[in-house]
């Protein structure tokens, strides 16, 4: 069965940075494209940022409202996607969730993290 865990969440004051992590796990054979949504309380989840997975080149994508503040990467050895989140606003306090499409067992599909807190707040 293929879990993500996602891990670094908490209370950050504006300007402040947080990293996020996100590993795979399970039996799969391959992973496409990572990424990241979030959704704020009373909006609906968005995306943040993705990472898909070219030969051997990563393409990153970003919304608008995080371009230049935001970074995502990923540690193909290791399953795990990234987002490095610097000059934090009040707007950016979400449950965040990392999301990835894995083949397994002759099958894509796409899986979900159960979410994990970043607040933004003096």
């Known amino acids: 069965q293929v879990q993500l865990m996602e891990s670094g969440g908490g209370l950050v004051q504006p300007g402040g940075s947080l990293r996020l992590s996100c590993a795979a796990s399970?039996?799969?054979?391959?992973?496409?494209?990572m990424g990241w949504y979030r959704q704020a309380p009373g909006k609906q989840r968005e995306l943040v940022a993705t990472i898909t997975r070219g030969g051997s080149t990563d393409y990153p994508d970003y919304a608008d409202s995080v371009k230049g503040r935001f970074t995502i990467s990923r540690d193909n050895a290791l399953n795990t996607v990234y987002l490095q989140m610097n000059s934090l606003k009040p707007e950016d306090t979400a449950v965040y969730y990392c999301n990835a499409k894995i083949l397994s067992t002759g099958v894509n599909r796409r899986y979900w993290g159960q979410g994990i807190q970043v607040t933004v707040s003096s």
């Open positions: 399970g039996s799969f054979s391959s992973i496409n494209a």
